[in-house]
């Protein structure tokens, strides 16, 4: 799965990218490592107002979600949705339905290598664009004591490509990273459930994505991790005879 992503790009270059306008209110900075288990806010094109950038927490409350209690526990388990459910499970049914799809800027993403008891971190950007967008689902819970509404988005994901199984190796799981026409349609197409299905499952190739083992700092418990030095490669010595991991 993905529970671990970057977007070390300056709101100016987001605001290029995606032709869209940042709140004066953001405050956004260049982001190189976000644990999902934080909850963080993230900047999110949304299909409803494509021309403007909405800050959302990661981690998405379904609309029937009846305390903060019941929203705190259940959002710990929507961070990722698998694109092949979102319409059968209940706490994504009723986005997916109404068309409630998102873009997820990142520039990079996180994931895990297992051999035996060793665990291994790896970086993988595309090379093929500074800022990929991952799709995503958002939603909006009314707080039932403020009566505000608070806006969650999920991040899906699909079968790994040929890479992402080897990295990933005990999940085989990846983001639904999307190519610029698969992109274009998900904020902008009147897609079927069909379509958005097929779309989603569309493996974004191998050949355009870059990995690189990285040091273990990005667990460490006393040095910070939202920090350039966390995507500085760093070789091991078990990882020499896997070429299959590197692109």
Known sequence: ???????????????????????????????????????????????????????????????WAKTRDDAADIRTKTINARSETVYEKPSYRSAAQSGKRCLIPVTGFYEWHTMGSKKFPFYITSTSQKITSIAGLWDE????????????????????????????NTK???????????????LHDDLTEQDALKLLAAQYPASR??????????T??????????????SEYAELKNH???FA
């Open 243 to 245: 070429p299959e991991l």
């Open 209 to 218: 994505m870059h990995s690189i083992s990285i040091s273990k700092r990005i």
């Open 1 to 63: 799965m993905c529970f671990h992503k970057s977007l070390a790009v300056t709101s100016l270059e987001l605001e290029a990218r995606y032709e869209a306008q940042m709140p004066p209110s953001a405050n956004f900075q260049p982001v190189y490592h976000a644990n999902a288990y934080q909850f963080p806010t993230w900047p999110i094109v949304t299909r409803q107002e494509p021309g403007r950038f909405q800050m959302i927490q990661w981690g998405l409350i379904p609309r």
């Open 220 to 233: 460490s418990r006393t040095e910070p991790s939202d920090v350039p030095e966390v995507m500085a490669p």
């Open 172 to 186: 085989k799981r990846m983001p639904c990273l999307l190519t610029p026409d698969a992109e274009h349609a998900w």
């Open 141 to 168: 819970w009314p707080d039932p004591e403020t009566g505000e509404l608070i806006a969650t988005y999920t991040l899906l994901t699909t079968d790994a490509n040929p890479l992402l199984a080897a990295i990933h």
